[in-house]
């Protein structure tokens, strides 16, 4: 061991470094989020079979979604299938569930308002601002365009 | 049939937010908030239409979906009610969706207390 130079001890070092698994996780975060878009089909499809019009069935999917993911983030379910299914659990609308309940629990010891209130919106706060500021400016551009 | 589109739709795009979060320095964060504006931008250009017609759930449960649901809010919103539409379309297309965030967010942040770690 002492006879490496500082070439070979790379070598030995690189070997050493876990392999990137981005094979692994590209299939683990389509099977991930495949299945949790399946299972928002299914909701859909049953508000569907209630006679729901198709924009009541989008809202009724979300809520649905959302409560799920809200639910499983708190009874610690949400980080192990995240920790699996990388993206695939945190672009799905229950990720944005769990990016709401995790900072918002973790950080329940600052108070009622500073902590949970405040700390929900860490990344929901953006994700906010972009989406409905973006809305916006692609309604106003809207009536722009077709005058 | 709409069972396997929306699983190979909706897998598809957390494929394509799996590879960018692999190989950029990006966190799921700057994910959700870039691929919300994104969903905008391609409902907003008719793109996204296409992918929620044969994808269904697929193309609307990933967050692209919710941002293709307010662009479409808006548009729609400013076409019925000019100006004052552009600005209110958008949450009221999003309105049960943030409204669900906030109001079970807020209970089970409550409720549950973070696991510990092991």
Redesign the interface.
Request: aromatic share 8%; hydrophobic share 50%.
């Given at each position: 061991m002492e006879n490496l130079n500082n070439n070979e001890y790379q070598k030995f070092a690189d070997k050493k470094v876990p392999k990137?698994t981005?094979l692994k996780?590209?299939i683990l975060?389509?099977?991930?989020?495949?299945?949790?878009?399946?299972i928002?089909?299914?909701?859909?499809?049953f508000l569907e079979s209630q006679g729901y019009n198709e924009?009541l069935c989008?809202?009724?999917?979300?809520?649905v979604?959302?409560?799920i993911g809200?639910?499983l983030?708190?009874?610690?379910v949400y980080?192990k299938i995240g920790k699996v299914?990388?993206?695939?659990a945190?672009?799905?609308?229950?990720?944005?569930?769990n990016?709401?309940?995790?900072p918002?629990?973790?950080f329940?010891r600052e108070g009622?308002i500073f902590g949970?209130?405040a700390k929900?919106f860490i990344?929901?706060g953006?994700?906010?601002v972009?989406?409905?500021g973006?809305?916006?400016i692609?309604?106003?551009?809207?009536?722009l365009f077709?005058g | 049939m709409d069972y396997i589109k929306a699983f190979i739709v909706g897998g598809g795009i957390c494929v394509i937010a799996q590879v960018i979060l692999d190989r950029t320095k990006l966190t799921p964060g700057h994910i959700l908030v870039s691929f919300v504006t994104l969903g905008v931008v391609l409902g907003a250009l008719g793109i996204y239409e296409p992918l929620v017609e044969f994808g269904g759930a697929g193309a609307k449960t990933p967050i692209l979906g919710f941002g293709y649901a307010l662009a479409k809010g808006a548009i729609k919103g400013a076409k019925a009610d000019g100006f004052l539409g552009a600005f209110s379309g958008g949450l009221e297309a999003g309105a049960g969706g943030i409204a669900a965030a906030i109001i079970f967010g807020y209970t089970m942040a409550v409720i549950f207390n973070p696991k510990t770690k092991d």
């Open positions: 990137p981005y996780n590209v975060a389509f099977l991930v989020g495949g299945a949790i878009c399946t928002a089909q299914g909701v859909t499809n924009d989008g809202m009724g999917t979300s809520i979604m959302i409560f809200s639910l983030t708190g009874l610690g980080d299914g990388g993206a695939g945190a672009v799905p609308i229950t990720g944005f569930a990016s709401i309940v995790a918002a629990m973790e329940k009622f949970v209130a929900m990344i929901a953006p994700v906010l972009y989406g409905i973006s809305s916006i692609a309604g106003l551009l809207s009536i077709k | -």
